[in-house]
């Protein structure tokens, strides 16, 4: 089994900043790629950013030059540091990897989803 737990969401006004935060563990082998996801009400989930491994990241065009994906390898966690929040920003974001499980096969995994509300 592999757990996600996202941390970090709540209300914030137009143009200030919030960080999120998800935490794999579990029977993980290695991840190879983790990411962030959202979903506003009446709408499909989106990609907000993802990162490899390696470091190599991507970003939807929406939210380039806001938001920073980053990862902690060590600590199997991601980071998405939000900037200059929009109301059109407001959704649940959920945390996702792609990781080798012990049972040496590849499988995406989810959290639970953490709330964003930005307030005009």
């Known amino acids: 089994q592999v757990q996600l737990v996202e941390s970090g969401g709540g209300l914030v006004q137009a143009g200030r900043s919030l960080r999120l935060s998800c935490a794999a563990s579990?029977?993980?082998?290695?991840?190879?790629?983790m990411g962030w996801y959202r979903q506003a009400p009446g709408n499909q989930r989106e990609l907000v950013a993802t990162?490899?491994?390696?470091?190599?990241?991507n970003y939807a065009n929406s939210v380039k030059g806001r938001f920073t994906i980053s990862r902690d390898n060590a600590k199997n966690t991601v980071y998405l540091q939000m900037n200059s929040l929009k109301p059109e920003d407001t959704a649940v974001y959920y945390c996702n990897a792609y990781c080798l499980n012990y049972g040496m096969t590849y499988a995406d995994y989810w959290g639970k989803g953490t709330l964003v509300t930005v307030s005009s």
């Open positions: 990162i490899g491994n390696s470091g190599s990241t």
């Open positions: 579990g029977s993980i082998n290695s991840i190879k790629y």
